[in-house]
């Protein structure tokens, strides 16, 4: 291979210099290498938030490769393979490597796009680095894939993960760059509206955020993990599930710093391991039943009488943090002025949307992915499935969680309800008075309106829920 010609990087979901495999690889071969992003028809689809924190996360990463001397190229182009063609025309290069994704969309975008260029005599590389096993590469004894998350678990904690690469000391650049788009230009916050002011603060952007996150994490916090991790009202997670979904940072730097944790005795380390591993558990999923994706993984679910009406004034009192529900309400303005929710708040929204209001999880899926920082197609859809009983390894399809229970349980001290609820509070929280600010002004919502009573007793969802079982044979 001619050493001269350069070699395009195609970032994706890997906004990050260290532990990359595929940057890595094309830094060896002593060759130019050419960082680009392409405003794709699959990123043309994000919806608000997840597109607004890639807009900010591609800034990051465009200020970190100037640092190293290289730059990031923009191309705006419906079809990935056009905008690939022309750069490969413009700058001679030879060679295309980018990291994997897995959602069915991107596979077969990747696929048509190897094939298209084998065809042409370019070289087409994909290299992992989203996850820390290949989905393909974990089988039963049988042969089969894990529909269950504890034999999974059991299957690869002992398998060695790779040890995360260092950042490349040089990246060469080409001897001419091509020409790139601005992304003030591309406009990705555009659907946040005013709300982008409001997260903004609570956004930790950017790989050296990431691993400032990680690091104080596992200083401080990981000790108490098994602990303080269903505790909302506390500083109890990595919260570093926003820079994987973007690859600001590798699954494998957070493993290794976790499995030195453990070995040092710090007592939540392994429990961290496993939350991990449930991540990687749900692409495992999608990879083998991408129906999950868009439709009951149970599929004897199908015929279930979920709502589907979205605009219902059940789910608009859902999504408007007014369903008279202190801890789904708290929830639902932690999303909109964080960009993202606590995890057993997570649970305890999705339970109660999909078996107090009976409304399909599908409903819920969407809203998420419209409204999350750190949205990740497999984890988003593994969890809503989970909760409402229709997916894999799911919680038992008949728990209902009772949110005032779980209250009591896990915000002892109101300190959760107290930062987001505003309204029949003499002084509010700070960040209970900026929901007021993120959501859309058509709500007409104000912190002197008086705080609703339950659009539905949880007694009365709770039995009509488990009619709804009894009757369709569950």
């Known amino acids: 291979m001619d050493d001269t010609k350069p070699i395009i990087l195609w970032f994706r979901r890997d906004l990050r210099l260290s532990d990359h495999a595929a940057l890595t690889a094309a830094c060896e071969t002593g060759r130019p290498v050419i960082p680009v992003f392409i405003y794709d028809g699959l990123v043309e689809t994000l919806e608000a938030a997840p597109k607004w924190r ?21 191309r705006r182009e419906g079809r990935a393979l056009k ?11 030879t060679s295309i490597y980018w990291s994997r994704l897995y959602d069915p969309e991107a596979v077969a975008r990747d696929t048509s796009i190897k094939e298209a260029f084998k065809a042409e005599g370019v070289e087409a590389r994909s290299f992992g680095g989203h996850l820390m096993f ?3 590469t974990v089988e039963t004894k049988t042969g089969g894939f894990y529909r269950v998350y504890t ?5 690869v904690k002992n398998v060695g993960v790779d040890t995360p690469r260092p950042t490349p000391r040089d990246i060469r650049p080409p001897q001419d760059w091509p020409e790139s788009d601005t992304l003030d230009d591309w406009q990705m916050g555009a659907a946040m509206n005013r709300g982008a002011e409001v997260v903004r603060p609570f956004a930790l952007v950017g790989e050296q955020s990431a691993q400032g996150r990680l690091g104080h994490f596992i200083a401080d916090v990981v000790d108490g993990y098994g602990d303080n991790r269903d505790i909302p009202g506390v500083d109890g997670t990595s919260a570093l599930s926003e820079n994987l ?15 030195r944790a453990m070995q040092e005795g710090k007592r939540g380390a392994e429990k961290y391991l496993k939350e991990l591993v449930w991540r990687e558990f749900a692409y495992h999923l999608m990879h083998h039943t991408p129906r999950m994706l868009d439709g009951n993984w149970r599929e004897e679910w199908d015929a279930f009488p979920w709502k589907t009406d979205a605009d219902s004034a059940h789910v608009v009192a859902w999504k408007q943090g007014r369903t ?5 309400d708290a929830a639902m303005r932690e999303l909109y002025v964080t960009g993202r929710m606590h995890n057993r708040a997570r649970m305890i929204v999705a339970s109660y949307l999909t078996k107090h209001l009976m409304t399909h999880w599908k409903v819920g899926q969407h809203w998420f992915e419209q409204c999350l920082i750190d949205w990740d197609p497999a984890s988003n859809a593994m969890g809503w499935q989970w909760v409402a009983g229709s997916g894999p390894d799911a919680s038992p399809y008949f728990r209902v969680f009772n949110p005032d229970t779980q209250l009591d349980k896990f915000d002892k001290h109101r300190d959760y309800v ?9 002084d509010p929280h700070k960040d209970a008075l900026a929901f007021f600010d993120a959501i859309p002004r058509s709500w007409n919502l ?3 309106d008086p705080y609703p009573d339950p659009i539905m007793t949880l007694d009365a969802g709770r039995k009509r829920a488990l009619a709804a079982y009894e009757d369709r044979g569950f």
């Open 446 to 448: 104000s912190p002197d």
């Open 418 to 426: 107290s930062r987001w609820i505003a309204e029949g509070r003499a």
């Open 83 to 93: 905008a690939l063609r022309a750069l490969v025309a413009q700058t001679g290069a």
């Open 324 to 328: 008279g529900i202190r801890f789904v």
């Open 151 to 155: 034999p999974f678990w059991n299957a």
């Open 54 to 74: 890639l807009g900010l996360g591609l800034q990051a990463l465009s200020k970190t490769l100037a640092d190293k001397g290289s730059r990031l190229i923009l």
């Open 134 to 136: 290949e989905p393909w």
């Open 245 to 259: 979904s973007l690859g600001e940072i590798s699954p494998h730097q957070c493993w290794h710093a976790g499995h």
